[in-house]
Each structure stands twice: as C-alpha cells, then as structure tokens.
C-alpha cells in the first residue's frame, strides 16, 4: 500500500492526468497515420501501470533506503527462456467479495510466442493452495504440449519453497506430491521465482479464472485481450521495482 500527503497527492493525479492526455493523443495519431487503434481496456491498463511508476517514482526518497539496506532501481519484465526452452508462468488469485480463488498459466516459446494457457476457478481456497493449483496444471498442459525442457516462472516464494521442502504432515502436501510427481518425469524443468511485473500474463489468467465456470478451461488461440498482454511480454514491457541488494 503506497501513502502520500494530500498535497503529494495530487502532484500524482495532475501528473496522470496529462500522462493519460498524452496516451489518447498517441493513440489518435496511431489510427490517423497508421490505422493502428488501441481500445479503451488497453489504454486503461497503460494508464493504471502509468499511476504505477509515478507513485513509485514519487516515494523514491522514502524507499530508496529501507528495511533491508539499500535498494537499488531494476527494470522488471518478462524474461524469455534460452533457445530450444518454453517458459511456462503460472499465478494464483483469490478475492474476497465473493469469496473466491483461481490460477491460470501461460507456455511461451523462447521468442515469446504462445505455446498453450489455461485458467481455472478452484471455487474456494487459500492464496498459497490457487497458487500450487495453478502450477499443477500448468506442468499437465506443458507436458501434454510435448516439450521437455522448461522453466516454470512463479512469483510465489511460498508455492517454491514448499515444493522444495514440505514435508507428508504440511496441509498443502497432496498438491506439492502431484507437482513432485510432474517434476520427476523425463524431463528437464527449472523452477524459478520472478516478480509479479515479471508475470503479468499469469496474473491476467488468474483473475480472468474468476468470472469462468468452476474447473480448468484450455485456451488454444489467444483472443485480443490476452494477446496484448503477450505482447506485453514480447517486447520488453518493464516495470520499475526497488530491489535490495
């Protein structure tokens, strides 16, 4: 959660503001000399990451030195696999009004290109079981998609850590033996953990679970909503992160 003084406020929103002015005015260029029109969701989110990066660029005297030491400015963003690899993101949600919880996950090929994704409503649970959920299912898909060397991106330390070291008597146990389970077939796949800047498709997918049917649903053709923010990927979309040394 960001805080700000009242007057620090509005600094923000008068910048947003013209930054949002300056987003349509590019977007009306585009379609007048390009015949490139971007629609009202794609500006909304630009101008939501825009807020993003003022805020942050705002509390930059705060946050700069921290709890933990020193921290020092990174440009985060998707990363693709090496050649001959698939990055298989995967991310949890779970919301409260209603009561809630869904995964989703994406596989792209190391130049970005959509391999295979899914989302799914769970219907209830902890942040920690969606998350788990999701990178079950997302290794199923992988493997049922025939490539054998992946890295599977996820931004939950948790969901790491307990496939690292939970033990049969942890509660989450059943979902991390299944991953275990996936993990040890004759296949090659790194676990690593990324931001969430770094995981926006995911994290689209998940939210997306919530307004689906429960159960998992396989997406085989990107529509035009998650085809932006694949694109999002592809091109090296960045967010701005204060990051400890």
Same mark, same amino acid.
Request: glycine share 8%; charged share 15%; with cysteine.
């Given at each position: ?7 620090? @406020?509005r ?7 013209? $930054? ?6 590019? #977007?009306?260029? #585009?379609?007048?000399?390009q ?30 030195? $921290? *709890? ?5 400015? %990174? ?15 995967? +991310?949890?949600s ?7 919880? *869904? ?9 970005? %290109? ?7 409503n769970?219907? @209830?649970?902890?942040?920690?079981? *969606?998350?788990?959920?999701g ?9 049922? *998609? @025939? ?55 995911? +994290?689209?997918?998940? #939210? ?6 429960? @159960? ?30």
């Amino acid at each position: 959660m960001f805080h700000y003084t009242a007057g620090h @406020g509005r600094v923000i929103d008068s910048t947003l503001f013209a $930054g949002t002015c300056w987003l349509l005015w590019k #977007n009306r260029n #585009n379609f007048c000399f390009q015949g490139e029109l971007q629609s009202f969701a794609q500006i909304q989110a630009k101008s939501v990451q825009l807020k993003q990066q003022i805020i942050q660029a705002s509390e930059k005297e705060s946050t700069i030195i $921290g *709890a933990g030491g020193l921290r020092t400015p %990174r440009d985060i963003k998707w990363q693709p696999p090496q050649h001959e690899w698939v990055c298989l993101n995967t +991310d949890g949600s779970v919301t409260n009004s209603p009561l809630s919880s *869904a995964a989703g996950g994406v596989v792209q090929g190391d130049d970005g %290109r959509f391999i295979t994704a899914f989302t799914m409503n769970l219907g @209830g649970g902890s942040v920690t079981s *969606a998350e788990l959920a999701g990178i079950v299912q997302g290794l199923k898909l992988t493997w049922e *998609a @025939g490539v054998r060397k992946v890295i599977l991106q996820t931004d939950s330390t948790t969901a790491k850590h307990l496939i690292e070291v939970a033990t049969p008597h942890h509660r989450h146990y059943t979902s991390v033996a299944e991953i275990r389970r996936w993990l040890a077939r004759d296949w090659q796949v790194h676990i690593v953990h990324v931001y969430r800047e770094a995981n926006v498709v995911a +994290d689209y997918l998940a #939210n997306l679970g919530h307004l689906c049917s429960v @159960g998992s649903h396989v997406i085989a053709a990107p529509d035009a909503a998650l085809s932006y923010w694949l694109y999002h990927d592809i091109i090296g979309v960045g967010t701005t992160r204060f990051i400890i040394e």
